[in-house]
């Protein structure tokens, strides 16, 4: 029986690190490419769409646009309020 040295173990360590990296490489290659996900807070929502913060509880708790709560604070899809209220600019 061989006994393991520090040695073979660092290199064993490069060697899983160096095929993780080739992974990761080949997943980001061939995934499609997407714009990032812009959020905004309650009160630019409020502010842009010219609602009040009743309108915006209610289009949240029927789950027409998508939103994440964060210590306290919600974020809203800005891509689900585009397709909500349209967009007027494009």
């Known amino acids: 029986m061989e006994q393991v040295t520090k040695d073979d173990l660092r290199q064993l360590s490069l060697q899983l690190l160096h095929d993780i990296e080739k992974i990761l490489d080949k997943k980001i290659l061939s995934a499609p490419q997407e714009e990032p996900q812009e959020w905004l807070r309650s009160k ?3 502010h842009i769409m010219a609602i009040s913060p009743g309108t915006l509880q209610n289009i949240r708790v029927t789950g027409k ?5 964060v210590m306290g ?14 967009d007027g600019n494009k």
Request: hydrophobic letters at 35%.
């Open 44 to 46: 630019a929502v409020r």
């Open 65 to 69: 646009i998508r939103f994440r709560k």
């Open 73 to 86: 604070s919600y974020y809203y899809s800005k891509t689900d309020l585009l397709k909500l209220f349209g």
